[in-house]
């Protein structure tokens, strides 16, 4: 069975420090999502992605994130200078619209962020 | 913006008993989806069942089943013959139709599954 897949699994930065998180959507999926889950919260939308550009974003995501498809596979978030707030889990998801109004969104095993 | 609520911070039901877990939500569309995620220790999100609003008809998967209310805005989870490995936090979920590709989630339910 398809499934979304997140590299790597978990990464540990210092703060102000760079980082990229790597997301394969399932392959004929079409709208691609991050989502974030501070530990012990609920999870929260961060952006959502379709045709090379960003669909909708929240509040969350500001002029430090930015979103990115480099190749015909790959699905990034990039974080320009992390800060300690940042630690949290990152849930790459992926959809298809396709026939099926329900628009169900598949999330991909997640990304464990730490910022030092 | 629409709100979930999941006013059950923890459950607990013993083996090859039934437990249900509640959600309400705010909205003031008429067509929308509905969702449950199940989240174990390994924080993965996992589908457990969605809803269509303009569907009457409750869903079903295979233990798992909804009672879907949508005058009352309620949307429980009802897990039969539970099991060990259905012990996770529970998630409720929220989408649009008008409102954008967002899940809007609530704040979770953690099940305790004891033998």
């Known amino acids: 069975e398809p499934e979304v897949t997140q590299t790597p699994s978990h990464q540990v930065t210092q703060m102000g420090q760079e980082v990229i998180l790597r997301c394969v959507p399932i392959s004929n999926h079409l709208y691609f999502y991050w989502y974030r889950q501070i530990l012990g919260q609920k999870v929260e939308f961060l952006v959502s992605f379709y045709n090379n550009e960003i669909s909708e974003k929240s509040e969350i995501f500001d002029d430090q994130f930015s979103v990115e498809r480099p190749d015909g596979s790959n699905f990034t978030l990039k974080i320009r200078s992390t800060k300690l707030e940042d630690s949290a889990m990152y849930f790459c998801a992926s959809s298809d619209m396709g026939g099926d109004r329900t628009d169900t969104q598949y999330f991909g095993p997640g990304t464990r962020l730490t910022v030092l | 913006a629409q709100t979930v609520t999941q006013s059950q911070p923890e459950m607990s039901v013993q083996e090859a008993e039934t437990v249900t877990l509640s959600c309400t939500y705010d909205?003031?569309?008429?067509?929308?989806?509905l969702f449950w995620y199940k989240q174990p220790p390994s924080r993965q999100m996992i589908l457990v069942i969605r809803?269509?609003?303009?569907?009457?008809q409750n869903a079903t998967e295979n233990r798992f089943s909804v009672n879907f209310q949508k005058a009352a805005k309620s949307f429980s989870l009802k897990i039969s013959d539970s099991q060990l490995g259905d012990a996770a936090m529970y998630f409720c979920?929220?989408?649009?139709?008008?409102?954008?590709?967002?899940?809007?989630f609530g704040k979770g339910t953690s099940l305790l599954v004891t033998p």
């Open positions: 909205t003031s569309e008429s067509d929308y989806y």
């Open positions: 979920a929220y989408r649009g139709q008008d409102s954008g590709y967002a899940l809007n």
């Open positions: 809803q269509e609003a303009y569907k009457q």
